[in-house]
C-alpha cells in the first residue's frame, strides 16, 4: 500500500475560463499533472477544481518554498502558462497557504 505525502502547503490557482473553453483549459491540465508530479521538487498533489464563475487548480507541496519554486519554474512559466494563456478571461488570482495543525 503506498503512503500519501502530506502537504505542508497549497498553491491555489483560480482562472477565468468561458463555460466553451474549459474542456481544452482542463486538458492542459491532464497533460502538465503528471509531469509536475514527477519533476516539481516538493510536489505532493494536484487537482482542478471547476464551479461555474470560474476554474481552480490547488496543488500541494512539502512547502511554501516548494510552491513559491515552481511559480517560477520552466514547466509554468513556458508550458502551462503559454497553453493555459489564450483561455484567460482576466489575470489568474495566485494565492499561496500554509497548512495549520
Avoid at 15 to 33: N, P
Avoid at 35 to 61: C, M, N, W, Y
Wanted: zero cysteines; proline letters at 3%.
Amino acid at each position: 500500500m503506498a503512503t500519501e505525502k502530506k502537504a505542508g502547503a497549497f498553491l491555489e490557482i483560480t482562472m477565468k475560463v468561458s463555460e466553451k473553453d474549459r474542456a481544452a483549459a482542463a486538458g492542459v491540465y491532464t497533460k502538465y499533472r503528471q509531469p509536475f508530479l514527477d519533476t516539481i521538487a516538493g510536489a505532493v498533489s494536484k487537482q482542478l477544481l471547476v464551479r461555474e464563475d470560474d476554474v481552480q487548480v490547488l496543488h500541494g507541496f512539502a512547502s511554501i518554498a516548494e510552491a513559491e519554486g515552481y511559480l517560477k519554474s520552466d514547466l509554468f512559466n513556458q508550458d502551462v502558462v503559454v497553453e493555459l494563456k489564450p483561455f484567460f478571461q482576466a489575470a489568474p488570482e495566485i494565492g499561496i497557504y500554509s497548512v495549520v495543525g
